[in-house]
Every structure is written in structure tokens, then in C-alpha cells.
């Protein structure tokens, strides 16, 4: 995998070829380039890659200059070919040109809490079935990461929506996606369950099934 420098690498996303950025999720909400994937460099990162990205798709890689060698290994260990280049130097979005750029709105915990009474929204809980299952935030419908891009044409992209996770990386790389397509009315919660649950927003828990119904909070 080469490094490519800037202007090659915004023709290259121009056309087709898919960016995935591999920085530290609260870095990416900062300033990110339009359409780009989060899939952070954790433990899960080749699980999260194999399940999001699809295997004839070229990939472009944004990730910290000195992670790049340890990356490269792992991704050449897991087999994964398609991946192209990745950008020289570090992402620095005041040299990139406004067009290509884009931001996630986050929120924490305790401000998820105020909204929550105040404001309507779709709540959104990207964690697998089985976690949902036992516990979930009254009013969140359930869509896991692995799902959301076959769902998200279903959705009303004209609403507002609030997306939260087991972790933080979970809920960046679904906030990533959402801004992928289109949707700019959405805010990701940027703490855990655990420290959301602690806020006092109303749980379900031991819920057996769920519908697939779609409802907006009140």
C-alpha cells in the first residue's frame, strides 16, 4: 500500500473510490472528508471493515502517519486487497478545500438526557440484537451497525436523529454512515450505554421482541 499526496487522493475519492478513516473517533467528528467511513483502529478493526466494506469496492486509507506500518501489516495479514493507498502526512482539514469536507454533530450523555424530554427525534441503538434485547433506551429503535446500510434507504432522511451505541467508535462509525447518505439532521452520542444509562433516561429491560416498526419520540 503506497502514499498518495492530497490532490491524487481527493481525484481518486472524486471517483469512486471509497475512504476510510481509521482515526480516533472524536478526531473524525472534528473534520472529516464527505462520505468517508469511521472504522477506528481498535481491536474489531478488521471485523468492522469485513462486515461494512464491500469486497470490489477500492479503498482509500486516512489514518495517523505512525500507525500506518502497523495497519498495513494488519491489513495485508487479514487478506484484504482492495485497499489502494492511503494519504500521505497527517489529515489536516484547514488544507483541505471546503467542498470535500464535513462534521459530525455529538452530544454527551447528559445532553442526550435534556433533549430527550424537550425535543422529538428518532432515537437509534446500533448495538447487536442480543444487547438491545436486554436493555435499551426507552423509544430507541433498533438497528445494528452491521444493518444500517441496507436499512437507511428506509428511513425519512428529513428527520432528526439520534444515534448511540455500546462505544463510542460504534456510534462514530454509524454517525459516519449516516452522514454517507445523505443524512445531516443526525447527532451521535459520544459516551457509552453504560454512562448513558447512568443518566436516568427511562430503560427497558428483558424486552423480548421488538417492532420493526419505525416511531418517532414524543
Known sequence: MNGIELDEFLSLADNGYVV???????????????????????ENFIHVFHELIES???????????????????ISSAGITIMHAFLKGEFEPSKIPVKYLDMLITID???????????????????????????????????????????????????????YAGSVAEAVTAGSLFKRYGFNRVKVVTDSFDIIKATGISVVRNKKEKSSEKFLKN
Open 109 to 163: 450523555a447528559e445532553e442526550l438526557r435534556l433533549d430527550y424530554r424537550f425535543d422529538e427525534f428518532y432515537l437509534v441503538d446500533v448495538r447487536s440484537k442480543e444487547e438491545f434485547e436486554i436493555e435499551h433506551l426507552e423509544h430507541a429503535e433498533n438497528i445494528t451497525l452491521n444493518d444500517l446500510e441496507q436499512l437507511i434507504i428506509d428511513l425519512d432522511i428529513m428527520q432528526s436523529y439520534y444515534v
Open 56 to 74: 470490489d469496492w477500492k479503498v482509500l486509507l486516512i489514518a495517523d502517519e505512525n500507525e500506518i506500518p502497523f495497519l498495513s501489516k494488519k
Open 20 to 42: 476510510v478513516d481509521v482515526r480516533q473517533p472524536q478526531i473524525f467528528s472534528q473534520g472529516f472528508l464527505k462520505d468517508a467511513i469511521s472504522i477506528s483502529n481498535q
